[in-house]
């Protein structure tokens, strides 16, 4: 009984001290930071952690004390937070987010944009994807911009609260390719959360079903290509071999090239059944806490049918440009590997391409996004009726690129 209470007194002793201590280095910080940059200070002293006695230096270091030597202070990155979230980090790194700047920085139509856009500026997809880690040689070339947490709880008050709420996925889920925002806060269930407000259970948000019991790990079935493999339906699957062709994952031929090992590194497509169906799974488990299971079935499942129509219009659209490269009506520009490559986006060299690229990355993505997202209008009108018209357009456009080949060699 008296050696545990010496162990005891010993240990409030211990707690005591390493408490002055923290909070002797919270002063020495936030003292001169009240001054430099108080609305750090102000949004930290709120947050929660700095109520539990997380300083500045926890997160910083503590070798930077004086105006001058700012650069000595450390910017952290998911271990920082790892000492302390460990299963928030494990959980974050096995999903889809850790991987955000490895799939972008690999498509080939990067080294060509400016540094503002794909670089530390963090003005256009570097600042979206810096949500992923960068490669160990570039974190040390970019200062800022490593922290990937800061993503949903921003700094300095970190907030779980703001996290919890879909608004915290707008900035980056929202627009050209990826509208989720619009989908959802337009669809039956985002129109709910409006009116009913945050504090009601009604309806989903973003997180209800993508971070389900908080979970960091976010990965979908379909991902954003919506190209999963394999495939046992013979026609959808000859479709996909074009859509992966025009992408330069597979040759003329259908044999894998080296954008594959890519698709693997990123987890860009769910590469066997058990993949795809333990997500979906997961996906018809949190509707059935609303909805019945029959019903949500059919729902995904009538998801999974769009995607199948909307692939057969675009694979028709590709085989037309394939077939202009094929009989010499365009060339394959020298620096490109493939030709037609969805995957130079906006850098296409002729308008047809520029044509296919808009079927790609928005009326495809569009039409499937806006059918599992509950939104009717996104998905028709702005996904699958610019499709029709957009293959119009291209058969016409060959058509005529044919025809101007064959009056320049008479
Ligand atoms: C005597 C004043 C002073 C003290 C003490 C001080 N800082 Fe600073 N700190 C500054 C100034 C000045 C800057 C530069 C602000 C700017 O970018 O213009 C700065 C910048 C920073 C930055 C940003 C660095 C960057 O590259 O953008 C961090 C992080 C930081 N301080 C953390 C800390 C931490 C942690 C402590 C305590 C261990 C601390 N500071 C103590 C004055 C101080
Ligand atoms: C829980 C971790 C954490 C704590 C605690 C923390 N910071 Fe930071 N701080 C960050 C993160 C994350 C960034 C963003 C780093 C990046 O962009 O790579 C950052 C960036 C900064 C920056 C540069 C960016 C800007 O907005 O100016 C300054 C200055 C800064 N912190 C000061 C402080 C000060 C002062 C304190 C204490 C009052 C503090 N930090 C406490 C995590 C923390
Ligand atoms: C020295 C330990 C430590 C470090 C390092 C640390 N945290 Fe924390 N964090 C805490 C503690 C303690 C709490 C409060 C837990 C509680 O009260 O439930 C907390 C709470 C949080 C919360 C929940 C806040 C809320 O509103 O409920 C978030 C989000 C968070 N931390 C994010 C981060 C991020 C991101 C980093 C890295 C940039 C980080 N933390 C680094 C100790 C730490
Ligand atoms: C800073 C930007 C950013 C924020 C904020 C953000 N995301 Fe993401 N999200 C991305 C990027 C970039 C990707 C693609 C990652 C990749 O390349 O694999 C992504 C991917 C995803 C995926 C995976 C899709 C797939 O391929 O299977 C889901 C699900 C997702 N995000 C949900 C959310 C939710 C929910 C929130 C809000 C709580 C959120 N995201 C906030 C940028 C962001
Ligand atoms: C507004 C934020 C934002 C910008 C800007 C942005 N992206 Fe993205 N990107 C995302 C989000 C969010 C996703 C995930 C969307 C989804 O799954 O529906 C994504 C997905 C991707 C993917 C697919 C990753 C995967 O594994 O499925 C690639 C590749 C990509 N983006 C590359 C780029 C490139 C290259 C640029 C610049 C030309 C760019 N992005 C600009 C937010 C952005
Ligand atoms: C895509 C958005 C997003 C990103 C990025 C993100 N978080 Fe979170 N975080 C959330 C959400 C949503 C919650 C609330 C989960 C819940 O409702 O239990 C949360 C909660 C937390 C909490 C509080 C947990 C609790 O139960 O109180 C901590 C700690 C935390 N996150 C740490 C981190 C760390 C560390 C990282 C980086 C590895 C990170 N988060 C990145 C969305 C995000
Ligand atoms: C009612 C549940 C639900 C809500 C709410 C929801 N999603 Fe989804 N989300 C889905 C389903 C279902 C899929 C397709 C899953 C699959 O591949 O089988 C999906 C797919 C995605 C994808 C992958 C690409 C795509 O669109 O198909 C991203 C990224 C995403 N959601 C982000 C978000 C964001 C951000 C929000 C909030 C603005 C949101 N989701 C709201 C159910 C939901
Ligand atoms: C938190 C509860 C909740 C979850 C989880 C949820 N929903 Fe809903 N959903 C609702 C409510 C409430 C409505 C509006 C009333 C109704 O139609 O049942 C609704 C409406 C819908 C509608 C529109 C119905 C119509 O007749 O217009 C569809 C479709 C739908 N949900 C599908 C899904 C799918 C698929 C999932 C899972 C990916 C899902 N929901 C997850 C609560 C939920």
Redesign the pocket.
Known sequence: MKYLKIVLVFVIVLLFNSLSFAAGAKSMCIDCHNKVTPGVVKQHLE???SK?G?DCS??HGSEHKKMDDAKLAKM?TPE??A???KKQVDQFKSGKHHLGWIASSAMPMWAHQPKAVVGEGYKGCSSCHKIGVKSDVEKTMYRYGN?Q??SC?TRHS????E?QDPRACQTCHMGFDHPQWEMWSTSKHGTIWQIEGAKGKRAPTCQTCHMQDGNHGVMTAWGFLALRLPEDDKDWLNDRVTILQALGVLDEKGNPTARLDVVKAGKVARLTKEDFQKERDKMINVCSKCHGASYAKKQLEAGDMVIKDVDKVFATAIRVVQGLYRDGVLQKPADWTFAPDLLQFYEAKSSIEQDLYLMFLEYRMRTFQGAFHMNPDYMHWYGWAPMKETLQKIKDEAVKLRAEKTSAKQ
Do not use: I, L, R, Y
């Open positions: 947050g929660k952690m539990k997380v926890s997160c952290p920082t937070c000492g302390c979230h922290a947490c800061d709880h970190f907030k779980k609260s996290a």
